[in-house]
């Protein structure tokens, strides 16, 4: 089996886990992986990912032309962002997973206090220090791209405003386990909010985290 075929499977693996596991429902959710040659393969539009189809995973050439496949998702230029921006990302993960994207529609966009604190140091070490919020898009509105884009240069993931969380990762894995630690982080979070004595990791811990796990 090719590395390419290795790779559509995998995409499809995760997509059932993380449509059983709920973080996305009906067409929503959408996930990208860079080939080595700079191609890339996408989950396609208005397609489920509880029920991908290996063979129909959208191709994208280096200059993100559609080669092969069904036609790609409407939020390819999402990924073009994040990856564009990410050299070392080899993936992205888009979810509406409920309490990253609760979160999503509670914070301020450009507010210097972060959407969610870091409570645990498995967050700090797979979504890292910042997680920006973009202010509301529409779905599918490719003016999204430059904030998009300026967001992915400094952060691992960010939240889209009333929409959802979008996270990169080194590889496919990286970024889905990511996705899955920022949606328990924003449950934790919305499940402590305002109770009386809560503890978060200091500058000193998180600097000692990214420092030992990057």
């Known amino acids: 089996m090719s590395a390419e075929s290795e790779l559509r499977d995998?995409?499809?693996?995760?997509?059932?886990?993380?449509?059983?596991?709920?973080?996305?429902?009906?067409?929503?959710?959408?996930?990208?992986?860079?080939?080595?040659?700079?191609?890339?393969?996408?989950?396609?539009?208005?397609?489920?990912?509880?029920?991908?189809?290996?063979?129909?995973?959208?191709?994208?050439?280096?200059?993100?032309?559609?080669?092969?496949?069904?036609?790609?998702?409407?939020?390819?230029?999402?990924?073009?962002?994040?990856?564009?921006?990410?050299?070392?990302?080899?993936?992205?993960?888009?979810?509406?997973?409920?309490?990253?994207?609760?979160?999503?529609?509670?914070?301020?966009?450009?507010?210097?206090?972060?959407?969610?604190?870091?409570?645990?140091?498995?967050?700090?070490?797979?979504?890292?220090?910042?997680?920006?919020?973009?202010p509301y898009s529409r779905p599918g509105d490719p003016a999204m791209e430059p904030a998009i884009a300026d967001a992915a240069k400094g952060a691992r993931a960010m939240l889209l405003g009333n929409h959802g969380p979008v996270v990169s990762g080194k590889t496919l894995d990286d970024a889905v386990w990511a996705a899955e630690e920022l949606e328990e982080a924003a449950r934790l979070a919305l499940m402590l909010r305002g109770r009386p004595g809560l503890r978060v990791l200091d500058a000193a811990q998180v600097d000692d985290l990214l420092a030992t796990f990057g």
């Open 10 to 134: 995998a995409i499809c693996a995760h997509g059932r886990l993380l449509y059983g596991r709920g973080y996305c429902v009906g067409s929503a959710g959408n996930i990208s992986v860079r080939l080595p040659d700079g191609a890339v393969l996408m989950t396609p539009t208005n397609s489920c990912l509880g029920r991908l189809d290996p063979g129909r995973i959208s191709k994208l050439d280096a200059s993100w032309r559609h080669v092969s496949g069904d036609p790609p998702s409407k939020e390819v230029f999402m990924h073009r962002a994040v990856l564009g921006s990410r050299p070392e990302a080899g993936a992205v993960v888009h979810l509406h997973s409920t309490h990253a994207t609760a979160i999503s529609c509670l914070a301020v966009p450009g507010d210097p206090a972060p959407p969610i604190p870091p409570l645990t140091p498995y967050f700090v070490m797979r979504v890292g220090r910042r997680l920006p919020v973009l």
